[in-house]
Protein backbone atom coordinates (compact mmCIF):
# COMPACT_ATOMS: atom_id res chain seq x y z
CA UNK A 1 0.00 0.00 0.00
CA UNK A 2 1.51 3.59 -1.00
CA UNK A 3 2.13 5.41 1.81
CA UNK A 4 0.79 9.02 1.93
CA UNK A 5 2.93 11.40 3.75
CA UNK A 6 1.83 14.79 5.49
CA UNK A 7 3.45 18.05 4.01
CA UNK A 8 4.41 19.18 7.83
CA UNK A 9 8.22 20.22 8.20
CA UNK A 10 8.06 19.21 11.91
CA UNK A 11 7.44 15.76 11.54
CA UNK A 12 10.00 15.66 8.52
CA UNK A 13 12.18 17.02 10.93
CA UNK A 14 11.79 14.57 13.94
CA UNK A 15 12.36 11.34 11.67
CA UNK A 16 15.48 13.04 9.72
CA UNK A 17 16.84 13.10 13.14
CA UNK A 18 16.92 9.42 13.65
CA UNK A 19 16.90 8.07 10.06
CA UNK A 20 20.67 7.91 9.15
CA UNK A 21 21.34 4.20 8.62
CA UNK A 22 19.14 1.27 8.09
CA UNK A 23 19.16 -1.38 11.37
CA UNK A 24 16.93 -3.51 12.88
CA UNK A 25 16.65 -3.08 16.12
CA UNK A 26 16.67 -6.79 17.93
CA UNK A 27 17.24 -7.93 21.59
CA UNK A 28 20.26 -9.65 20.40
CA UNK A 29 21.94 -6.86 18.69
CA UNK A 30 21.39 -4.60 15.23
CA UNK A 31 20.89 -5.53 11.86
CA UNK A 32 23.54 -2.71 9.56
CA UNK A 33 21.86 -2.55 6.01
CA UNK A 34 25.63 -2.63 4.47
CA UNK A 35 27.43 -4.76 2.19
CA UNK A 36 29.52 -6.13 4.49
CA UNK A 37 26.17 -6.95 7.13
CA UNK A 38 24.35 -9.92 8.02
CA UNK A 39 21.45 -8.87 5.25
CA UNK A 40 23.82 -10.38 2.73
CA UNK A 41 23.59 -13.95 4.07
CA UNK A 42 20.92 -15.72 2.80
CA UNK A 43 18.53 -16.42 5.62
CA UNK A 44 16.05 -19.32 6.48
CA UNK A 45 12.24 -19.03 6.25
CA UNK A 46 12.53 -19.44 10.52
CA UNK A 47 15.65 -17.55 10.73
CA UNK A 48 13.91 -14.42 8.82
CA UNK A 49 11.00 -14.83 10.41
CA UNK A 50 12.54 -14.64 13.59
CA UNK A 51 14.08 -11.42 12.96
CA UNK A 52 11.50 -10.17 11.87
CA UNK A 53 9.28 -11.14 14.83
CA UNK A 54 11.61 -10.11 17.75
CA UNK A 55 10.04 -6.79 18.94
CA UNK A 56 7.53 -5.47 21.23
CA UNK A 57 3.64 -6.86 21.13
CA UNK A 58 0.53 -5.94 22.51
CA UNK A 59 -0.80 -9.25 23.31
CA UNK A 60 1.19 -10.94 25.64
CA UNK A 61 0.80 -14.44 23.82
CA UNK A 62 0.04 -15.05 20.22
CA UNK A 63 -2.00 -18.90 21.34
CA UNK A 64 -5.10 -19.12 20.40
CA UNK A 65 -7.85 -22.38 20.42
CA UNK A 66 -8.31 -24.59 17.95
CA UNK A 67 -11.31 -26.72 17.81
CA UNK A 68 -12.47 -29.50 14.98
CA UNK A 69 -15.88 -28.83 14.00
CA UNK A 70 -17.81 -32.51 13.04
CA UNK A 71 -20.06 -32.29 9.77
CA UNK A 72 -22.82 -34.78 9.63
CA UNK A 73 -25.75 -35.12 6.18
CA UNK A 74 -29.07 -35.09 8.21
CA UNK A 75 -32.48 -35.75 6.76
CA UNK A 76 -33.98 -32.27 7.60
CA UNK A 77 -33.58 -29.28 5.64
CA UNK A 78 -32.76 -26.43 7.73
CA UNK A 79 -33.39 -23.33 5.01
CA UNK A 80 -31.68 -22.94 2.06
CA UNK A 81 -27.97 -22.09 1.47
CA UNK A 82 -24.90 -24.01 1.41
CA UNK A 83 -25.88 -25.49 5.14
CA UNK A 84 -28.74 -26.91 4.50
CA UNK A 85 -29.39 -30.36 5.05
CA UNK A 86 -25.52 -30.15 7.51
CA UNK A 87 -25.50 -30.63 11.05
CA UNK A 88 -22.25 -29.57 13.58
CA UNK A 89 -20.53 -30.73 16.09
CA UNK A 90 -18.02 -29.52 18.34
CA UNK A 91 -15.26 -30.99 19.32
CA UNK A 92 -13.40 -28.51 21.82
CA UNK A 93 -10.33 -30.61 22.52
CA UNK A 94 -9.44 -32.19 18.93
CA UNK A 95 -6.16 -34.42 18.62
CA UNK A 96 -3.66 -32.05 16.97
CA UNK A 97 -0.12 -32.11 15.72
CA UNK A 98 0.66 -35.72 14.70
CA UNK A 99 -2.51 -36.86 15.70
CA UNK A 100 -4.54 -35.25 13.09
CA UNK A 101 -5.09 -38.38 11.61
CA UNK A 102 -8.28 -38.07 9.69
CA UNK A 103 -10.50 -41.02 9.60
CA UNK A 104 -12.01 -42.00 5.59
CA UNK A 105 -15.93 -40.86 7.40
CA UNK A 106 -14.74 -38.42 9.03
CA UNK A 107 -16.06 -34.94 7.53
CA UNK A 108 -14.87 -31.79 9.61
CA UNK A 109 -12.55 -28.48 9.75
CA UNK A 110 -10.74 -26.77 12.57
CA UNK A 111 -11.48 -23.09 13.76
CA UNK A 112 -8.96 -21.31 15.34
CA UNK A 113 -11.00 -19.29 18.02
CA UNK A 114 -9.45 -15.44 17.75
CA UNK A 115 -12.70 -14.56 18.48
CA UNK A 116 -12.11 -15.17 21.70
CA UNK A 117 -8.56 -12.78 22.32
CA UNK A 118 -10.40 -9.56 23.70
CA UNK A 119 -14.34 -9.22 24.92
CA UNK A 120 -14.72 -6.18 22.86
CA UNK A 121 -11.82 -5.73 20.35
CA UNK A 122 -12.22 -8.60 16.73
CA UNK A 123 -9.19 -10.91 16.35
CA UNK A 124 -8.31 -9.99 13.49
CA UNK A 125 -7.66 -6.01 14.57
CA UNK A 126 -6.36 -7.47 17.40
CA UNK A 127 -3.91 -9.38 15.25
CA UNK A 128 -3.52 -6.05 13.42
CA UNK A 129 -2.63 -4.01 16.07
CA UNK A 130 -0.09 -6.22 17.84
CA UNK A 131 2.80 -5.38 16.30
CA UNK A 132 1.31 -1.04 16.36
CA UNK A 133 0.38 -0.31 19.51
CA UNK A 134 4.08 -1.23 21.03
CA UNK A 135 5.00 1.82 18.84
CA UNK A 136 2.46 4.35 20.06
CA UNK A 137 4.14 3.91 23.26
CA UNK A 138 7.59 4.41 21.51
CA UNK A 139 7.11 7.10 19.84
CA UNK A 140 5.21 8.89 22.19
CA UNK A 141 1.88 9.08 20.26
CA UNK A 142 -0.83 10.88 22.21
CA UNK A 143 -3.84 10.57 19.93
CA UNK A 144 -4.58 8.53 16.93
CA UNK A 145 -7.33 9.25 14.47
CA UNK A 146 -8.81 6.64 11.86
CA UNK A 147 -12.37 6.39 10.09
CA UNK A 148 -14.67 3.41 9.21
CA UNK A 149 -18.62 2.72 8.86
CA UNK A 150 -21.01 3.77 11.52
CA UNK A 151 -20.64 -0.12 12.87
CA UNK A 152 -16.80 -0.44 12.56
CA UNK A 153 -15.36 -3.05 14.31
CA UNK A 154 -12.30 -1.44 13.04
CA UNK A 155 -13.05 1.70 15.19
CA UNK A 156 -14.09 0.06 18.05
CA UNK A 157 -10.94 -1.73 18.19
CA UNK A 158 -8.68 1.16 17.48
CA UNK A 159 -10.86 3.14 20.14
CA UNK A 160 -10.91 0.32 23.20
CA UNK A 161 -6.96 -0.36 22.75
CA UNK A 162 -6.34 3.39 22.76
CA UNK A 163 -8.40 3.91 25.80
CA UNK A 164 -6.83 0.73 27.94
CA UNK A 165 -3.12 2.48 27.25
CA UNK A 166 -4.60 5.86 28.17
CA UNK A 167 -4.03 7.33 24.50
CA UNK A 168 -7.16 9.84 22.90
CA UNK A 169 -8.45 8.18 20.04
CA UNK A 170 -10.67 10.34 17.23
CA UNK A 171 -12.99 8.57 15.24
CA UNK A 172 -14.38 9.11 11.49
CA UNK A 173 -17.48 7.26 11.19
CA UNK A 174 -19.66 7.32 7.95
CA UNK A 175 -23.05 8.47 7.46
CA UNK A 176 -25.77 9.40 10.44
CA UNK A 177 -25.49 9.12 14.07
CA UNK A 178 -28.07 5.99 14.54
CA UNK A 179 -30.86 7.06 16.79
CA UNK A 180 -30.27 4.37 19.01
CA UNK A 181 -26.78 3.56 20.08
CA UNK A 182 -25.86 -0.04 19.79
CA UNK A 183 -23.10 -2.74 19.07
CA UNK A 184 -19.57 -1.58 17.68
CA UNK A 185 -21.07 2.27 17.16
CA UNK A 186 -21.79 2.32 21.29
CA UNK A 187 -18.81 0.71 22.09
CA UNK A 188 -17.12 3.07 19.88
CA UNK A 189 -18.82 6.23 21.43
CA UNK A 190 -17.98 4.87 25.00
CA UNK A 191 -14.22 4.62 24.26
CA UNK A 192 -13.62 7.12 21.89
CA UNK A 193 -14.32 10.59 20.30
CA UNK A 194 -16.96 9.94 17.28
CA UNK A 195 -17.41 12.29 14.77
CA UNK A 196 -19.84 11.58 11.95
CA UNK A 197 -19.06 12.33 8.54
CA UNK A 198 -21.11 13.11 5.40
CA UNK A 199 -20.63 10.59 2.89
CA UNK A 200 -19.55 13.18 0.39
CA UNK A 201 -16.76 13.67 2.47
CA UNK A 202 -16.00 10.49 3.61
CA UNK A 203 -15.38 9.52 -0.19
CA UNK A 204 -11.96 11.43 0.46
CA UNK A 205 -10.26 9.66 2.99
CA UNK A 206 -6.84 10.39 2.83
CA UNK A 207 -7.85 14.15 2.75
CA UNK A 208 -10.55 13.86 5.52
CA UNK A 209 -7.86 12.10 7.70
CA UNK A 210 -4.88 14.46 7.19
CA UNK A 211 -7.31 17.54 7.83
CA UNK A 212 -8.62 16.22 10.78
CA UNK A 213 -5.29 14.84 11.93
CA UNK A 214 -4.35 18.30 11.54
CA UNK A 215 -6.90 20.19 13.19
CA UNK A 216 -6.21 17.89 16.45
CA UNK A 217 -2.62 18.54 16.30
CA UNK A 218 -2.87 22.59 16.09
CA UNK A 219 0.09 24.56 15.70
CA UNK A 220 2.78 22.88 17.81
CA UNK A 221 2.16 19.36 17.41
CA UNK A 222 3.25 16.37 14.51
CA UNK A 223 1.31 14.05 12.68
CA UNK A 224 1.97 11.02 11.36
CA UNK A 225 0.79 8.28 9.35
CA UNK A 226 1.01 4.47 10.95
CA UNK A 227 3.75 3.09 8.39
CA UNK A 228 5.94 6.10 9.23
CA UNK A 229 6.67 5.11 12.51
CA UNK A 230 7.18 1.72 11.52
CA UNK A 231 9.85 2.79 9.18
CA UNK A 232 11.38 4.74 11.77
CA UNK A 233 11.45 2.29 14.03
CA UNK A 234 13.55 0.30 11.73
CA UNK A 235 15.94 2.57 10.70
CA UNK A 236 16.66 4.01 14.19
CA UNK A 237 20.34 3.46 15.19
CA UNK A 238 19.90 4.18 18.62
CA UNK A 239 19.52 1.34 21.15
CA UNK A 240 16.70 0.83 23.04
CA UNK A 241 17.56 2.12 26.02
CA UNK A 242 19.02 5.22 25.14
CA UNK A 243 15.37 5.71 23.26
CA UNK A 244 13.36 5.48 26.44
CA UNK A 245 15.92 7.95 28.17
CA UNK A 246 15.38 10.47 25.29
CA UNK A 247 11.61 9.93 25.40
CA UNK A 248 11.35 10.40 29.52
CA UNK A 249 13.07 13.63 28.70
CA UNK A 250 10.86 14.67 26.15
CA UNK A 251 7.98 13.85 28.37
CA UNK A 252 9.45 16.16 31.34
CA UNK A 253 10.03 18.84 28.69
CA UNK A 254 6.96 19.34 26.42
CA UNK A 255 4.36 17.64 28.51
CA UNK A 256 1.39 19.10 26.47
CA UNK A 257 3.27 18.71 22.53
CA UNK A 258 0.82 16.09 21.51
CA UNK A 259 1.85 13.55 18.30
CA UNK A 260 -0.76 12.62 16.25
CA UNK A 261 -0.85 9.05 14.28
CA UNK A 262 -3.40 8.19 11.30
CA UNK A 263 -4.69 4.79 10.89
CA UNK A 264 -6.30 3.62 7.77
CA UNK A 265 -9.65 2.56 7.67
CA UNK A 266 -9.93 -0.87 8.87
CA UNK A 267 -6.00 -0.82 9.44
CA UNK A 268 -4.90 -1.97 6.07
CA UNK A 269 -1.43 -1.26 6.23
CA UNK A 270 2.12 -3.34 6.35
CA UNK A 271 2.68 -3.34 10.03
CA UNK A 272 -0.94 -4.87 10.13
CA UNK A 273 0.42 -7.62 8.16
CA UNK A 274 3.63 -8.52 11.36
CA UNK A 275 0.97 -9.68 14.10
CA UNK A 276 -0.94 -12.33 11.34
CA UNK A 277 2.60 -13.60 11.45
CA UNK A 278 3.27 -14.18 14.96
CA UNK A 279 -0.14 -15.86 15.05
CA UNK A 280 1.03 -18.40 11.81
CA UNK A 281 4.49 -18.84 13.32
CA UNK A 282 2.81 -20.41 16.54
CA UNK A 283 0.65 -22.39 14.85
CA UNK A 284 3.26 -23.49 13.06
CA UNK A 285 4.27 -25.58 15.76
CA UNK A 286 4.50 -28.91 15.80
CA UNK A 287 2.28 -30.35 18.69
CA UNK A 288 -0.72 -27.79 16.83
CA UNK A 289 -0.99 -27.69 13.02
CA UNK A 290 2.59 -28.41 12.47
CA UNK A 291 5.00 -27.30 9.24
CA UNK A 292 4.30 -30.15 6.92
CA UNK A 293 0.68 -30.78 6.91
CA UNK A 294 -0.96 -29.59 3.92
CA UNK A 295 -3.49 -26.78 5.04
CA UNK A 296 -6.52 -24.95 3.39
CA UNK A 297 -6.91 -21.63 5.22
CA UNK A 298 -10.44 -19.60 4.55
CA UNK A 299 -10.66 -16.21 5.79
CA UNK A 300 -13.58 -13.62 5.50
CA UNK A 301 -11.85 -10.28 4.09
CA UNK A 302 -13.07 -6.84 4.43
CA UNK A 303 -9.74 -4.74 3.70
CA UNK A 304 -8.09 -8.32 2.61
CA UNK A 305 -5.09 -7.84 5.11
CA UNK A 306 -5.27 -10.70 7.51
CA UNK A 307 -5.55 -13.02 4.66
CA UNK A 308 -2.88 -11.15 2.50
CA UNK A 309 -0.76 -11.88 6.43
CA UNK A 310 -1.53 -15.50 6.20
CA UNK A 311 -0.30 -16.06 2.59
CA UNK A 312 3.11 -14.10 3.20
CA UNK A 313 3.50 -15.32 6.55
CA UNK A 314 3.11 -18.80 4.82
CA UNK A 315 6.00 -18.74 2.12
CA UNK A 316 8.14 -16.61 4.48
CA UNK A 317 7.62 -19.79 6.60
CA UNK A 318 8.13 -22.50 3.88
CA UNK A 319 4.99 -23.93 5.00
CA UNK A 320 2.33 -25.87 2.36
CA UNK A 321 -0.36 -23.86 3.41
CA UNK A 322 -3.08 -22.00 1.09
CA UNK A 323 -5.17 -19.46 1.44
CA UNK A 324 -8.64 -19.18 0.44
CA UNK A 325 -10.10 -15.51 0.80
CA UNK A 326 -14.03 -14.53 0.65
CA UNK A 327 -14.44 -11.31 -1.01
CA UNK A 328 -16.89 -9.11 0.63
CA UNK A 329 -16.03 -5.64 0.80
CA UNK A 330 -14.85 -5.45 -2.47
CA UNK A 331 -14.20 -6.66 -6.20
CA UNK A 332 -11.93 -9.78 -6.80
CA UNK A 333 -9.69 -7.11 -9.30
CA UNK A 334 -9.87 -5.06 -5.73
CA UNK A 335 -9.00 -7.40 -3.47
CA UNK A 336 -6.02 -8.79 -5.49
CA UNK A 337 -4.57 -5.07 -6.23
CA UNK A 338 -4.42 -4.71 -2.37
CA UNK A 339 -2.99 -7.65 -2.18
CA UNK A 340 -0.09 -6.57 -4.64
CA UNK A 341 0.23 -3.14 -2.68
CA UNK A 342 0.71 -4.64 0.75
CA UNK A 343 3.27 -7.13 -0.90
CA UNK A 344 4.93 -4.28 -2.14
CA UNK A 345 4.67 -1.76 0.79
CA UNK A 346 6.08 -4.67 3.34
CA UNK A 347 8.80 -5.18 0.64
CA UNK A 348 10.00 -1.70 0.54
CA UNK A 349 9.55 -1.56 4.33
CA UNK A 350 11.90 -4.87 5.11
CA UNK A 351 13.71 -5.23 2.10
CA UNK A 352 17.06 -5.06 4.05
CA UNK A 353 15.90 -8.19 5.24
CA UNK A 354 15.33 -9.93 2.30
CA UNK A 355 18.55 -9.81 0.11
CA UNK A 356 18.85 -13.44 -2.05
CA UNK A 357 15.30 -14.16 -0.46
CA UNK A 358 12.92 -16.12 -3.39
CA UNK A 359 10.42 -13.17 -1.33
CA UNK A 360 11.69 -11.03 -3.65
CA UNK A 361 10.17 -12.62 -6.64
CA UNK A 362 6.72 -12.33 -4.92
CA UNK A 363 4.40 -9.73 -6.06
CA UNK A 364 0.87 -11.51 -5.50
CA UNK A 365 -1.41 -14.34 -6.50
CA UNK A 366 -0.94 -15.90 -3.11
CA UNK A 367 -4.52 -15.38 -1.99
CA UNK A 368 -7.15 -17.36 -3.53
CA UNK A 369 -9.87 -14.86 -3.53
CA UNK A 370 -13.62 -16.17 -4.12
CA UNK A 371 -17.05 -14.82 -4.07
CA UNK A 372 -19.29 -15.72 -1.51
CA UNK A 373 -21.89 -18.85 -1.92
CA UNK A 374 -24.50 -16.19 -2.12
CA UNK A 375 -23.00 -13.21 -3.42
CA UNK A 376 -25.15 -9.80 -2.80
CA UNK A 377 -23.78 -6.23 -1.83
CA UNK A 378 -21.47 -5.88 1.05
CA UNK A 379 -23.34 -5.55 4.42
CA UNK A 380 -26.96 -7.11 3.55
CA UNK A 381 -28.16 -10.33 4.80
CA UNK A 382 -30.30 -12.88 3.11
CA UNK A 383 -32.98 -15.08 4.13
CA UNK A 384 -32.02 -17.67 6.10
CA UNK A 385 -28.78 -16.85 7.49
CA UNK A 386 -29.96 -15.41 11.13
CA UNK A 387 -31.06 -19.08 11.60
CA UNK A 388 -28.21 -20.55 10.11
CA UNK A 389 -26.01 -18.37 13.00
CA UNK A 390 -28.35 -19.32 15.44
CA UNK A 391 -28.33 -22.97 14.42
CA UNK A 392 -24.91 -22.78 14.50
CA UNK A 393 -24.21 -21.24 17.84
CA UNK A 394 -26.68 -23.73 19.37
CA UNK A 395 -25.14 -26.96 18.30
CA UNK A 396 -21.53 -25.76 18.74
CA UNK A 397 -21.30 -22.74 20.88
CA UNK A 398 -19.42 -20.57 18.52
CA UNK A 399 -20.83 -17.05 17.45
CA UNK A 400 -20.85 -16.46 13.57
CA UNK A 401 -22.91 -13.05 12.20
CA UNK A 402 -24.05 -13.37 8.61
CA UNK A 403 -22.13 -10.45 6.93
CA UNK A 404 -18.22 -11.85 7.75
CA UNK A 405 -18.21 -15.27 9.58
CA UNK A 406 -20.92 -16.86 8.90
CA UNK A 407 -18.76 -16.47 4.55
CA UNK A 408 -16.13 -18.24 6.03
CA UNK A 409 -17.98 -21.10 7.95
CA UNK A 410 -19.95 -21.55 4.53
CA UNK A 411 -16.87 -21.74 2.73
CA UNK A 412 -14.96 -24.19 5.37
CA UNK A 413 -18.12 -26.33 5.05
CA UNK A 414 -17.70 -26.61 1.74
CA UNK A 415 -13.91 -27.14 1.26
CA UNK A 416 -14.07 -29.71 3.97
CA UNK A 417 -15.98 -32.37 1.19
CA UNK A 418 -13.54 -34.83 0.68
CA UNK A 419 -13.12 -34.18 -3.46
CA UNK A 420 -12.36 -30.72 -2.57
CA UNK A 421 -10.15 -30.88 0.32
CA UNK A 422 -7.38 -32.87 -2.13
CA UNK A 423 -5.40 -34.70 1.16
CA UNK A 424 -5.57 -31.22 3.60
CA UNK A 425 -7.02 -30.11 6.67
CA UNK A 426 -9.19 -27.11 6.31
CA UNK A 427 -9.28 -24.23 8.86
CA UNK A 428 -10.99 -21.36 9.79
CA UNK A 429 -9.76 -18.35 11.11
CA UNK A 430 -12.62 -17.43 13.28
CA UNK A 431 -12.12 -13.10 12.75
CA UNK A 432 -14.81 -12.34 15.36
CA UNK A 433 -18.03 -10.17 14.94
CA UNK A 434 -20.01 -10.69 17.83
CA UNK A 435 -20.99 -6.82 18.63
CA UNK A 436 -22.01 -6.75 14.91
CA UNK A 437 -24.95 -8.59 15.92
CA UNK A 438 -26.53 -6.09 17.70
CA UNK A 439 -26.40 -3.75 15.02
CA UNK A 440 -28.02 -6.14 12.62
CA UNK A 441 -31.05 -6.95 15.41
CA UNK A 442 -31.91 -3.19 14.35
CA UNK A 443 -31.76 -3.53 10.97
CA UNK A 444 -33.74 -6.70 10.26
CA UNK A 445 -35.78 -6.73 13.01
CA UNK A 446 -38.24 -9.20 11.43
CA UNK A 447 -35.67 -11.47 11.12
CA UNK A 448 -34.78 -11.60 14.75
CA UNK A 449 -38.14 -10.89 16.36
CA UNK A 450 -38.59 -14.78 14.76
CA UNK A 451 -35.99 -16.09 17.24
CA UNK A 452 -37.50 -14.54 20.22
CA UNK A 453 -40.80 -16.74 18.74
CA UNK A 454 -38.47 -19.59 18.90
CA UNK A 455 -39.60 -20.46 15.11
CA UNK A 456 -35.36 -22.31 14.42
CA UNK A 457 -35.47 -25.16 16.79
CA UNK A 458 -31.87 -26.49 17.15
CA UNK A 459 -32.26 -30.24 16.65
CA UNK A 460 -29.67 -31.33 18.32
Not at 8 to 17: G, H, L, P, Y
Not at 140 to 145: A, E
Request: charged residues 20%.
Amino acid sequence: MKVQRLPNSKTEMAFAAIIMKKVFHSASGQLPNSPQGICNVRMSGEEFMSRLLDRKWALTSPDSKIHQIKLFTTTEKHGGGPLGGISFLNNTCPFLGDDMIMRDEDRCFYVVRDDLLHPLVNGNKARKMDALLPLLEDHIVTDLVTCGGCQSAHATAVAVSCAERGLKSHLLLRGEQPQILTGYNLISTIYGKVTYVPRTHYAHRIEMLKSYANLVAGNNSDVVWCNEILEASLTTQKSRASCLGQMDAHKGIDNCRKKVLIVNEGAGDAVALLGVFRLLQYLSQDHLLGRKRAIKFVVDAGTGTTAVGLGLGAICLGLPWGVTAIALADTIDGYKQQEKNLISEFKRLFGFLLKNSSLNEVDGEIVHWVERCRPRKFGNVLEGEIEACHRIAQLTGILVDPVYTLAAWEMATLLSDEKLKQDADVVMLHTGGTLGMFGLAQRYKSSFHSLKDGAFPSNR
